[in-house]
C-alpha cells in the first residue's frame, strides 16, 4: 500500500491532506483496502455512495444499465436529444417537486447555474447588472469562483479574492439578519438547507416560512442547495419537503449518480420562462446519456427500496444512538441533524479520533475541526449504527 502511495504522490497535486490508506473495493457498507482489510463506511464518499457497494441487487442493476449505455452511447453533445436525458429529466423533476433541469457535472457547476439564473431572471425585470445575492454564513456552495463567492467562509475566499460582486451574508435561522440586508437591488437569497460542512446545521421551519413569504412578496427568488442533504439523506427526496416550504430554484448532486459524476439544478416553469434562454448557459458533458442513464436507474432503485422510509427509521435509531453517547462524554457538547446526516460537535479537534477510529476499522470524515460527521450510505442498517457506536465508544474512551 506504501508503494502505491509514493507514487501517487510523485504525480498528483497536492490539494488533499489525504489519509495514508489506499481503498480498492466495497461490499455491501464497507471498504477494503489494498491490503485486504474491511472498513465500516459512515462516509460514503462524502454522501455520494447512497446505494453502499456491490449490493448484489442494487448494484447489478446499476452496472448492468450503464454497461448497457456504454455499449450503445455515452456522449453526443447538447446539440442532440438522447432518450436518457428524457427519461431522466422526466423523473427528477417529478421527484423534486420542479418543472425544469439542467445537468452538470458536479455540484459546484450546479451552483454556478444557480446563481446566472438568479442574476437573468433580475436582469430580465429591470435590465440592471448591480443585483445582489443573499447567502448564508458558515455555508458551503463548491471551490470554483461563483461557487466560493457564495460561500460564508472567508477562510475559504480570502487567497482568490476578488469573487464575483454583490454578495451579502446573513446569519442561518436569524430572519432579521436576512431582512436587515434586502434592499431594492435583491434578487435572490440562497442556502443550505442542511448546512454540511458548515457543521452539519439543519434550517429552522419558521426561518424558512419567514424567506417564502418575504421573497414572494418582494419577488425575490427563493434558491435551495440540496448538494449534500438531498436525495433521500434527511427522509424525503429533498430536505426542504420535510419543511413543506418549496424553492423557486434548488441545486442538487452527489448521490444523484451513486458515483457516476453529475450535478443537476432546477426550476419552477415561472422562473424558466423568465431567466436563461438558448445561448445562456451550457456544458460539453453534462446530461450526456450515461450519466442520465445512471441518474434514471439510481431514482428507479430509491424508489424499489422504499429508501426514504428507510432513511427515517435508521435516521432516528442513529440520533438516539449518538444522543446516548453525547451524554456520555463531557467532550461532546451537541449532536446536530437530521435522518442520515448528523454531526457530534466536540470541544476539541476530532482529527486524532477519526484517524483512530481508522484504525479501528471505521470510516468517519470532519466538518470544520470539532465536528464529526455521519452520512453513511442509505442501505445502512441498524446494527451498523451499532457496530460503528461500539468503534467510535472505544476510541472516545
Given at each position: 500500500?506504501?508503494?502505491?502511495?509514493?507514487?501517487?504522490?510523485?504525480?498528483?497535486?497536492?490539494?488533499?491532506?489525504?489519509?495514508?490508506?489506499?481503498?480498492?473495493?466495497?461490499?455491501?457498507?464497507?471498504?477494503?483496502?489494498?491490503?485486504?482489510?474491511?472498513?465500516?463506511?459512515?462516509?460514503?464518499?462524502?454522501?455520494?455512495?447512497?446505494?453502499?457497494?456491490?449490493?448484489?441487487?442494487?448494484?447489478?442493476?446499476?452496472?448492468?444499465?450503464?454497461?448497457?449505455?456504454?455499449?450503445?452511447?455515452?456522449?453526443?453533445?447538447?446539440?442532440?436529444?438522447?432518450?436518457?436525458?428524457?427519461?431522466?429529466?422526466?423523473?427528477?423533476?417529478?421527484?423534486?417537486?420542479?418543472?425544469?433541469?439542467?445537468?452538470?457535472?458536479?455540484?459546484?457547476?450546479?451552483?454556478?447555474?444557480?446563481?446566472?439564473?438568479?442574476?437573468?431572471?433580475?436582469?430580465?425585470?429591470?435590465?440592471?447588472?448591480?443585483?445582489?445575492?443573499?447567502?448564508?454564513?458558515?455555508?458551503?456552495?463548491?471551490?470554483?469562483?461563483?461557487?466560493?463567492?457564495?460561500?460564508?467562509?472567508?477562510?475559504?475566499?480570502?487567497?482568490?479574492?476578488?469573487?464575483?460582486?454583490?454578495?451579502?451574508?446573513?446569519?442561518?435561522?436569524?430572519?432579521?439578519?436576512?431582512?436587515?440586508?434586502?434592499?431594492?437591488?435583491?434578487?435572490?437569497?440562497?442556502?443550505?438547507?442542511?448546512?454540511?460542512?458548515?457543521?452539519?446545521?439543519?434550517?429552522?421551519?419558521?426561518?424558512?416560512?419567514?424567506?417564502?413569504?418575504?421573497?414572494?412578496?418582494?419577488?425575490?427568488?427563493?434558491?435551495?442547495?440540496?448538494?449534500?442533504?438531498?436525495?433521500?439523506?434527511?427522509?424525503?427526496?429533498?430536505?426542504?419537503?420535510?419543511?413543506?416550504?418549496?424553492?423557486?430554484?434548488?441545486?442538487?448532486?452527489?448521490?444523484?449518480?451513486?458515483?457516476?459524476?453529475?450535478?443537476?439544478?432546477?426550476?419552477?416553469?415561472?422562473?424558466?420562462?423568465?431567466?436563461?434562454?438558448?445561448?445562456?448557459?451550457?456544458?460539453?458533458?453534462?446530461?450526456?446519456?450515461?450519466?442520465?442513464?445512471?441518474?434514471?436507474?439510481?431514482?428507479?432503485?430509491?424508489e424499489k427500496r422504499n429508501l426514504t422510509d428507510h432513511v427515517k427509521e435508521v435516521g432516528e435509531y442513529l440520533t438516539e444512538k449518538l444522543d446516548a453517547l453525547a451524554a456520555k462524554h463531557d467532550q461532546i457538547v451537541e449532536r446536530r441533524g437530521i435522518g442520515l446526516m448528523?454531526?457530534?460537535e466536540f470541544s476539541c479537534e476530532v482529527g486524532p479520533i477519526l484517524l483512530k477510529c481508522l484504525e479501528k476499522g471505521l470510516v468517519l470524515i470532519n466538518a470544520g475541526t470539532n465536528i464529526i460527521r455521519f452520512v453513511p450510505p442509505l442501505v445502512i442498517e441498524k446494527e451498523?449504527?451499532?457496530?460503528?457506536?461500539?468503534?467510535?465508544?472505544?476510541?472516545?474512551?
Amino acid at each position: 500500500m506504501q508503494e502505491y502511495i509514493d507514487k501517487a504522490e510523485q504525480s498528483l497535486l497536492h490539494t488533499y491532506n489525504r489519509y495514508q490508506i489506499v481503498f480498492d473495493h466495497g461490499q455491501g457498507v464497507h471498504l477494503y483496502d489494498t491490503d485486504g482489510k474491511a472498513y465500516l463506511d459512515f462516509c460514503a464518499g462524502i454522501a455520494v455512495n447512497a446505494l453502499g457497494y456491490g449490493d448484489a441487487e442494487l448494484e447489478k442493476e446499476l452496472i448492468d444499465a450503464l454497461s448497457d449505455q456504454v455499449r450503445k452511447v455515452t456522449h453526443i453533445s447538447n446539440y442532440y436529444y438522447s432518450v436518457p436525458a428524457m427519461e431522466a429529466a422526466t423523473k427528477l423533476t417529478k421527484v423534486a417537486q420542479m418543472d425544469r433541469v439542467f445537468f452538470t457535472n458536479s455540484g459546484a457547476e450546479a451552483i454556478e447555474g444557480v446563481i446566472k439564473t438568479a442574476r437573468k431572471y433580475a436582469y430580465l425585470k429591470d435590465g440592471s447588472t448591480d443585483h445582489e445575492i443573499i447567502a448564508m454564513d458558515h455555508s458551503f456552495h463548491g471551490r470554483t469562483m461563483g461557487a466560493l463567492s457564495v460561500t460564508g467562509n472567508a477562510h475559504y475566499r480570502e487567497a482568490f479574492e476578488p469573487m464575483i460582486g454583490n454578495i451579502r451574508f446573513a446569519t442561518m435561522n436569524d430572519f432579521d439578519s436576512v431582512l436587515a440586508l434586502v434592499n431594492d437591488k435583491t434578487c435572490a437569497i440562497l442556502l443550505e438547507t442542511v448546512q454540511g460542512e458548515g457543521g452539519i446545521h439543519p434550517a429552522d421551519g419558521e426561518f424558512l416560512q419567514k424567506l417564502r413569504k418575504l421573497c414572494d412578496e418582494k419577488d425575490i427568488l427563493l434558491m435551495f442547495d440540496e448538494i449534500q442533504c438531498g436525495m433521500g439523506r434527511c427522509g424525503a427526496m429533498f430536505a426542504w419537503q420535510l419543511y413543506g416550504v418549496r424553492p423557486d430554484v434548488m441545486a442538487t448532486a452527489k448521490a444523484l449518480g451513486c458515483g457516476v459524476p453529475v450535478g443537476a439544478f432546477m426550476m419552477t416553469e415561472k422562473v424558466a420562462k423568465a431567466s436563461l434562454v438558448a445561448g445562456d448557459h451550457g456544458s460539453t458533458y453534462g446530461g450526456n446519456p450515461l450519466v442520465c442513464r445512471a441518474i434514471s436507474t439510481v431514482l428507479d432503485l430509491f424508489e424499489k427500496r422504499n429508501l426514504t422510509d428507510h432513511v427515517k427509521e435508521v435516521g432516528e435509531y442513529l440520533t438516539e444512538k449518538l444522543d446516548a453517547l453525547a451524554a456520555k462524554h463531557d467532550q461532546i457538547v451537541e449532536r446536530r441533524g437530521i435522518g442520515l446526516m448528523q454531526g457530534l460537535e466536540f470541544s476539541c479537534e476530532v482529527g486524532p479520533i477519526l484517524l483512530k477510529c481508522l484504525e479501528k476499522g471505521l470510516v468517519l470524515i470532519n466538518a470544520g475541526t470539532n465536528i464529526i460527521r455521519f452520512v453513511p450510505p442509505l442501505v445502512i442498517e441498524k446494527e451498523d449504527v451499532d457496530e460503528m457506536i461500539d468503534i467510535l465508544e472505544e476510541c472516545l474512551s
